[in-house]
């Protein structure tokens, strides 16, 4: 790769579409974060009641450019004692932020969600340094973060008791909503800004305060995030920022009286661990956890429409999403015609550095994904899938994949059992409606599902007999700030996004007047 050599003050003047633009600037990433320090969002230490601050060892941990293994920064390796400074910051504050109006609430969030669209292009730049995505899926992201803040912003104003009818006349009965108090936010590296704005939004919202222990892999964002909230006017310790040893700070979080609330997405397996731990001071739990989606193209479906759906569902993000179509299940009477057709749209995936024009495809976030590809990619073959696309590792070296299409994939094998959380595209031949559904639902995920058709009275029928917490019919992309996301089975707990949200932020208290007539 070529390098420019530019001074940080002159790249002001560049945005992020002169990377897309230029091929010397597309490729150089020491440029893109001068520009970033010079921004001032290029942060590098951990945010403890409104200071920032080191881990009290001095240990750091290495945050890699996923496209080229080059370290973009060093962060605090943090651990049980910064965790616990991170809580009675975010306890000590509670009381306050808590006790502000909904308005004024309201406000400071508002405030949030303008700065983080005034440097959408600078955040970007970040999540493709730092995650790998191609810089317009992260500009696209920047916007879908941003819109949680908005929502919840207005939110804020809308937290409604009730009235209920007594059953005596002396007496008055309601109900009242009060936030939980402290949360303990836990995200991953594959949106570093939208999982955390789809959790901190709602908290703030409605009085509570926070505690945000993102991904190692990924923490520059979260951390950029955290400053344009202080300058927004959100209060030091209402947003607390920890990172490093990942254990560590999980049981400081678990084992505080002081925290009320852990909201997580990520694995499976973890989320089950923190569900355990939070047992023994009985918090509220959200967990947003893996998936296994199926999608299913029946043979009456706009074949244009299926695959471009399918293509969307699967390959966003290099298929480093929880809702990706991890099985597509393609009727007999179209299934030829279906692979072909995806399998041209594939071949036109341009795979590369993120930051380079017309890249769509960019690197797994690390080897070991790399290595869980081609185990699960080498389990289908050797169990007599064929690989009709792909199936290897790219020529480009570092952890980039081929994006990859299998065929004759059959509900055996790991890739259909399993997550796979990379660019592979396993098809499902099956006969009937009934079959299709039966495939769908064998699995213990039950987080998203896509089906293609044009029939009307189908799309219902498959909709309702989906065990998944998000169907989508003709539609690849279906994730949005207003509407409920979440899954069944062990896919999780609760819901994130839309008013429904909210509620996993607040409890209910009953109140009982009585001795009116008195």
Same mark, same amino acid.
């Given at each position: 790769?070529? !390098?420019?050599?530019?001074?940080?003050?002159?790249?002001?003047?560049?945005?992020?579409?002169?990377?897309?633009?230029?091929?010397?600037?597309?490729?150089?990433?020491?440029?893109?974060?001068?520009?970033?320090?010079?921004?001032?969002?290029?942060?590098?230490? =951990?945010?403890?009641?409104?200071?920032?601050?080191?881990?009290?060892? =001095?240990?750091?941990?290495?945050?890699?450019?996923? +496209?080229?293994?080059?370290?973009?920064?060093?962060?605090?390796?943090?651990?049980? !004692?910064?965790?616990?400074?991170?809580?009675?910051?975010?306890?000590?504050?509670?009381?306050?932020?808590?006790?502000? #109006? *909904?308005?004024?609430?309201?406000?400071?969030?508002?405030?949030?969600? %303008?700065?983080?669209?005034?440097?959408?292009? %600078?955040?970007?730049?970040?999540?493709?340094?730092?995650?790998?995505?191609?810089?317009?899926?992260?500009?696209?992201?920047?916007?879908?973060?941003?819109?949680? $803040?908005?929502?919840?912003?207005?939110?804020? @104003?809308?937290?409604?008791? %009730?009235?209920?009818? /007594?059953?005596?006349?002396?007496?008055?009965?309601?109900?009242?909503?009060?936030?939980?108090?402290?949360?303990?936010?836990?995200? /991953?590296?594959?949106?570093?800004?939208?999982?955390?704005?789809? @959790?901190?939004?709602? +908290?703030?919202?409605?009085?509570?305060?926070?505690?945000?222990?993102?991904?190692?892999?990924?923490?520059? #964002? *979260?951390?950029?995030?955290?400053?344009?909230?202080?300058? +927004?006017?959100?209060?030091?310790?209402?947003?607390?920022?920890?990172? =490093?040893? +990942?254990?560590?700070?999980?049981?400081?979080?678990?084992?505080?009286?002081?925290?009320?609330?852990?909201?997580?997405?990520?694995?499976?397996?973890?989320?089950?661990?923190?569900?355990?731990?939070?047992?023994?001071?009985?918090?509220?739990?959200?967990?947003?956890?893996?998936?296994?989606?199926?999608? $299913?193209?029946?043979?009456?479906? %706009?074949?244009?429409?299926?695959?471009?759906?399918?293509?969307?569902?699967?390959?966003?993000?290099?298929?480093?999403?929880?809702?990706? *179509?991890?099985?597509?299940?393609?009727?007999?009477?179209?299934?030829?015609?279906?692979?072909?057709?995806?399998?041209?749209?594939?071949?036109?995936?341009?795979?590369?550095?993120?930051?380079?024009?017309?890249?769509?495809?960019?690197?797994?976030?690390?080897?070991?994904?790399?290595?869980?590809?081609?185990?699960?990619?080498?389990?289908?073959?050797?169990?007599?899938?064929?690989?009709?696309? =792909?199936? @290897?590792?790219?020529?480009?070296?570092?952890?980039?994949?081929?994006?990859?299409?299998?065929?004759?994939?059959?509900?055996?094998?790991?890739?259909?059992?399993?997550?796979?959380?990379?660019?592979?595209?396993?098809?499902? /031949?099956?006969?009937?409606?009934?079959?299709?559904?039966?495939?769908?639902?064998?699995?213990?995920?039950?987080?998203?599902?896509?089906?293609?058709?044009?029939?009307?009275?189908?799309?219902?029928?498959?909709?309702?007999?989906?065990?998944?917490?998000?169907?989508?019919?003709?539609?690849?992309?279906?994730?949005?700030?207003?509407? /409920?996301?979440?899954?069944?089975?062990?896919?999780?707990?609760?819901?994130?996004?839309?008013?429904?949200?909210?509620?996993?932020?607040?409890?209910?208290?009953?109140?009982?007047?009585?001795?009116?007539?008195?």
């Amino acid at each position: 790769m070529q !390098r420019v050599a530019l001074q940080g003050r002159h790249l002001l003047s560049f945005s992020p579409s002169r990377f897309l633009s230029s091929h010397h600037m597309s490729t150089d990433a020491q440029a893109a974060i001068a520009r970033l320090r010079d921004s001032g969002l290029l942060k590098s230490k =951990g945010l403890v009641g409104g200071k920032w601050v080191d881990s009290y060892d =001095g240990k750091t941990v290495q945050v890699q450019n996923p +496209a080229t293994g080059d370290v973009i920064a060093n962060v605090p390796c943090m651990g049980k !004692r910064e965790t616990d400074d991170a809580i009675s910051s975010a306890y000590n504050t509670f009381y306050s932020w808590s006790k502000r #109006t *909904a308005s004024e609430r309201s406000k400071c969030l508002r405030k949030w969600y %303008d700065l983080i669209v005034s440097h959408k292009e %600078d955040l970007a730049l970040l999540i493709t340094l730092e995650q790998g995505k191609p810089l317009k899926e992260a500009l696209g992201e920047v916007s879908y973060g941003a819109a949680f $803040i908005e929502f919840f912003a207005e939110e804020a @104003k809308r937290i409604y008791g %009730d009235i209920i009818p /007594p059953t005596s006349s002396d007496r008055r009965l309601f109900v009242l909503k009060q936030p939980v108090g402290v949360v303990g936010a836990i995200t /991953p590296w594959n949106f570093p800004l939208a999982m955390i704005t789809r @959790k901190v939004g709602p +908290a703030l919202a409605c009085g509570c305060t926070v505690i945000v222990k993102p991904s190692e892999y990924t923490p520059l #964002t *979260a951390l950029a995030a955290a400053d344009l909230a202080l300058q +927004a006017g959100i209060p030091p310790g209402a947003l607390n920022v920890v990172m =490093g040893n +990942a254990p560590d700070i999980g049981d400081s979080l678990l084992q505080s009286t002081q925290v009320r609330k852990i909201t997580f997405t990520g694995s499976t397996a973890v989320g089950k661990k923190l569900m355990a731990g939070s047992a023994n001071t009985v918090k509220k739990v959200s967990l947003e956890l893996g998936g296994n989606a199926p999608c $299913i193209v029946f043979d009456d479906a %706009d074949l244009d429409v299926a695959v471009k759906g399918s293509l969307a569902a699967k390959f966003r993000n290099s298929g480093q999403t929880c809702v990706c *179509a991890n099985r597509i299940l393609v009727q007999e009477g179209i299934y030829d015609e279906f692979a072909n057709a995806l399998t041209k749209a594939v071949q036109n995936l341009q795979v590369g550095n993120g930051l380079v024009e017309g890249v769509v495809q960019g690197p797994l976030i690390n080897e070991a994904a790399v290595e869980k590809v081609e185990k699960f990619v080498n389990d289908a073959t050797s169990k007599g899938a064929n690989v009709i696309l =792909g199936g @290897k590792r790219h020529s480009l070296g570092m952890t980039f994949y081929e994006p990859t299409i299998l065929g004759n994939v059959n509900s055996e094998m790991l890739v259909s059992r399993e997550e796979v959380f990379g660019p592979v595209a396993p098809l499902l /031949p099956f006969k009937t409606e009934e079959e299709a559904i039966k495939i769908a639902n064998d699995t213990n995920a039950g987080l998203a599902a896509y089906i293609f058709t044009k029939s009307i009275p189908r799309s219902w029928r498959v909709s309702e007999a989906l065990e998944y917490g998000l169907v989508g019919v003709n539609e690849g992309l279906i994730s949005t700030e207003v509407a /409920p996301f979440g899954g069944a089975k062990q896919s999780g707990l609760g819901r994130e996004g839309s008013k429904y949200g909210i509620d996993e932020y607040l409890e209910l208290k009953y109140v009982c007047m009585g001795n009116l007539e008195a």
